[in-house]
Nanobody, 124 residues
């Protein structure tokens, strides 16, 4: 399994921005971001392919969140703009050793390695 470390969570006011980081070891996997709010099911947020050329977003974050990767630093960033209280959740990044370098998945079952999570709280 790959090791993943998330960082960058914290407290933000509505309308503000936060950037989450997910640093992985070794192999360049596809990376997905998921989140889970208290009392709710885990929700897919975004993903980026191994090449970094393909990205996907959940409709609820499209236009507000941006995912990019820095292959030199082995790090994927999720920049979250125009944050809303409903974005409050524990955010996880996950890695998929998919063969297709242009593919990333939106289902959790396809990701074998997970980080420990970073909390994002959006509140006035």
């Amino acid at each position: 399994q790959l090791q993943l470390v998330e960082s960058g969570g914290g407290l933000a006011q509505p309308g503000e921005s936060l950037t989450l980081s997910c640093t992985h070891s070794g192999f360049m996997p596809a990376i997905g971001w998921f989140r889970q709010a208290p009392g709710k099911e885990r929700e897919w947020v975004s993903c980026i392919s191994r090449s970094g050329m393909s990205t996907k977003y959940a409709d609820v974050v499209k236009g507000r969140f941006t995912i990019i990767r820095d292959s030199v630093k082995n790090t994927v960033y999720l920049t979250m703009n125009s944050l809303r209280p409903e974005d409050t959740a524990l955010y996880y990044c996950a890695a998929d050793r998919v063969a297709n370098i242009e593919y990333c998945a939106h289902t959790a079952v396809e990701y074998a390695s997970w980080g420990q999570g970073t909390q994002v709280t959006v509140s006035p």
